[in-house]
């Protein structure tokens, strides 16, 4: 039975059971053991985390750094054992997916923390010299980071964008790696704990559980040693660690499900019709779908282009391979999805069977609704289905557009297509004005996927895509933040406020808030 | 019957009853009767609100600043008028209280978020100009704020800090303003709704009602119309509150209770012990007691010196008049807190009775523990008696005050005392390490009375002192962004931007982040 990471320790799991990962292009289960873990387990991983959060708040955003940056480079050095055990486990291709653009995407995100750590700013000191006080963000506590199974190493609990964000604020993380890839997140686990050492960070400021029982899941959100909570995954799972946490008053944030909604204006389809079409597919297909920001739901007003584009959907849908899921568990809930889509009134145009040989599988989708009946039907139809499968809404006029939109639920993100010769410009403003409070991030002329790890990224979105819509998940500096309590010092003597509040700023690089100007260093 | 404001027009309640504000040094019912609401009149105001919102989209910060701006000259324009009716309601003092210090802090609140919403920094604008991402915060929709009892004019959900910060944010306020003292509201909101129509904002900026059912309250927090909740008061009401907006999945801001822990280290005590005891008095007992920040328990290692703080403390609370308190239930509450902390283990070291007259009134009280008691009854011992009422606790030596301060719930604030000479430095930090992590505001030998308006403040710290450890509600701008939603603009064409995310800044004083470093104008 392969151990758990318990402060620095590789250790047995004291286990309540056991599992394997399965192979998703052959369904065939994997060798390894992994334990699922019980309280006890979790017992002691908090009360080292707290040990280590103590420990972590003498330890300088220079060390830190060091951690993050020695973390990247480890994974490089086994970049191609990982890739392999995540191709194994998740059936994502090793190139150019895991190879060329998840690791990378996953080593960028640290490095980027391992900078914001060394440079200080994200804890946005502000200081009034005149009344000595100032005040800023300081490490939140132990923070518990559940990845989702789409990601196995860019969002991974270990090795993702949360961890990264956390330990660049000097909190203590408690990884809940994904059951679907605990050998990926073993391996790189161990290249973290190789860095803890060689960095000389407290050997509890990275943990790693493979499994939990629900009940214990929403026990470790809501422990009083937790400073806070990260989560990716289904709605259904965050909302029930989100009422744990909300009823003992931990923060936790949640990134939980979002239809990702492109509204195509008339004068973009008149213009460039066939191209948004393979755009879409390209988009709405890769990786089966099973990304966060895969584009589930379109919207077009009733034409002779709108109907082309759905006819080139199921064209391209139909024509292309469909993708391999991750799981058994996502098959069935993307089929079971689709039933309810049609249950509710959509109605698939793709009919081809997928050629699934041994693989998990699901047959490329397209649905097509009337706007009425999207109107009628809201909370069945904006039911996420994750995976490769598309709806199209088409509205029989801008009002009816409108209204659909308006009846949205809070989403990651949503993109509006519009002609570049200014035919949709009127268009535009009253589409977006809508779209605009229902999304965190409003795109242009553009696909959801791929998120740019950009300072000025939003991966947020109001409820229920996310638990706020003041956070981010993506994004360094600004996810750190969620991780950070505001502390303030009060008529504090000098030699007793930490470095980041002293008149002299700890870095030259550091940004803060003096006497109302932000200042560098 | 008084009328509720909705939509900027007084307007007949839909009642479900009536109710009359109590003069608080006489007992006696006031004559105006005022409106208890029903639904139907949050359903309209609610309605009201989204529609403001929707127009507050399209304006500026500088009309903003100008409604705020007005509205702080509409209450000094009847300043005498509204500090008579605030003392008529509340029994605080005209003078110094209400007319030298409360309403002063109104009106350079509201002055204050002018300034804020007119430079536009509180948004956090970070560009990418490289990739065209560009994200910053923007109103987050009707704001309903719920006033407390103990500031009738600072905090009042029609004009206090929460008020001002929303409406400089660019949301809409639903005020619920404080049943204690509805005609000081009513005077407010004259001239709130006077500045809106000077100002030309939307008439639905601001609205008000007096009172709710509990169960309309619940709703309302609830309501898919609302963007968030600000809430200052009690815990229970607080609790009741967070657990239905935390259900809907809307934000809800919170400050709810907090001891204000004090310690006392032994150099500071053989140093000036005579004057930290009237130190403490001065503050413990300012306005009876009822402030957010008042010193409840004191926390000293067992010496001569300590024995004399609290022979100098009974004497002063013994030797000073009793504050009015705000009401009966006050005066019951509090009655009864100090009755479970005697049953708790502490003991009543005031005997006096006050003099009350006809006025609700309490004796100042005067409690002591042990340190051992502390901790085996931490749960009972750390319930707020909230007025004139403050706790002892003596321990046996340095461990035994460690485990104590451990043992403490949230709290806003935190104090120590330490001598001038260096003798209690290395005490000093291993009681700062434990009580920073326990409140939101760490103060070096000062009182936390007095919350100063600096930008660095934070009125704000861990559960259950508030909801959340990240957010402060006083100190402009740092209390803007609670009512700001992220929004990220990718690869939005430049003319569709807002005015704060395009190339030039809409003004010269708006800071931003452009390509990672801080730039203004």
């Known amino acids: 039975m392969t151990e758990i990471l318990i402060a620095g320790e590789w250790k047995a799991a004291v286990a309540t059971g056991s599992f394997k990962a399965h192979n998703p292009a052959t369904r065939a289960e994997l060798r390894r053991e992994f334990p699922v873990s019980s309280w ?183 422990d009083p040693r937790v400073g806070a909570t990260s989560f990716t995954g289904s709605r259904v799972a965050g909302l029930h660690l989100k009422a744990a946490a909300d009823k003992a008053g931990k923060p936790i944030y949640l990134e939980m499900s979002s239809l990702n909604p492109i509204v195509f204006l008339p004068g973009a389809l008149r213009e460039r019709g066939d191209a948004l079409a393979t755009e879409t597919a390209d988009s709405g297909l890769a990786a089966a779908g099973q990304f966060c920001t895969s584009p589930n739901l379109l919207f077009v007003i009733e034409s002779p282009e709108a109907r082309r584009l759905i006819e080139n959907l199921v064209r391209l849908y139909s024509e292309r391979p469909s993708g391999t899921l991750f799981s058994e568990a996502g098959l069935r809930g993307l089929a079971r999805g689709v039933e309810r889509l049609v249950e509710a009134g959509a109605r698939a145009l793709t009919t081809a069977s997928a050629d699934a040989g041994q693989r998990y599988c699901y047959p490329n989708t397209v649905l097509r609704v009337s706007g009425v009946t999207f109107l009628a039907k809201g909370e069945p139809l904006q039911h996420e289905a994750f995976g490769n499968a598309t709806t199209v809404v088409v509205c029989a006029g801008v009002g009816e557009l409108r209204a659909a939109l308006a009846s949205l639920e809070g989403n990651l993100t949503g993109s509006i297509y519009s002609s570049g010769t200014g035919e949709d410009d009127d268009l535009y403003d009253g589409v977006a004005e809508i779209l605009r409070s229902k999304v965190g991030r409003l795109l242009n002329d553009k696909m959801p996927t791929g998120v740019a790890l950009s300072p000025a990224m939003n991966h947020g979105g109001p409820y229920p895509s996310t638990g706020h819509p003041g956070f981010t998940a993506v994004g360094i500096p600004r996810s750190m933040v969620r991780f950070g309590a505001l502390q303030c010092y009060d008529a504090v003597r000098p030699e007793r406020l930490p470095a980041a509040l002293q008149d002299t700023a700890p870095t030259a690089e550091m940004w803060r808030i003096i006497d109302g100007a932000w200042v560098q260093g």
């Not at 050998?183 to 407290?202: F, W």
């Open 40 to 222: 006890s387990d979790c017992d002691r991983a908090l009360d080292a985390a707290v040990e280590a959060a103590r420990l972590l708040r003498g330890v300088s955003g220079e060390k830190l750094a060091g951690f993050l940056a020695a973390y990247a480079d480890n994974i490089e050095a086994r970049a191609d054992e990982i890739v392999a055990l995540a191709n194994e486990e998740t059936g994502l291709p090793v190139k150019p997916r895991l190879r060329d653009v998840e690791l990378p995407r996953t080593t960028t995100q640290l490095r980027q923390a391992a900078a914001a750590a060394r440079e200080g700013s994200w804890t946005q000191a502000v200081l009034d010299t005149k009344s000595n006080i100032r005040s800023h963000f300081a490490p939140i506590g132990p923070v518990v980071v559940f990845g989702p199974n789409n990601f196995p190493l860019a969002f991974n609990g270990i090795s993702g964008g949360d961890f990264a964000a956390a330990v660049a604020t000097g909190c203590p993380v408690i990884a809940k790696a994904h059951p679907l890839h605990p050998a990926t997140s073993r391996a790189l686990a161990e290249c973290a704990v190789a860095a803890v050492k060689s960095s000389g960070l407290p050997a509890a400021t990275v943990q790693m559980l493979y499994h939990l029982s629900n009940e214990d899941g929403l026990r470790l959100v809501a």
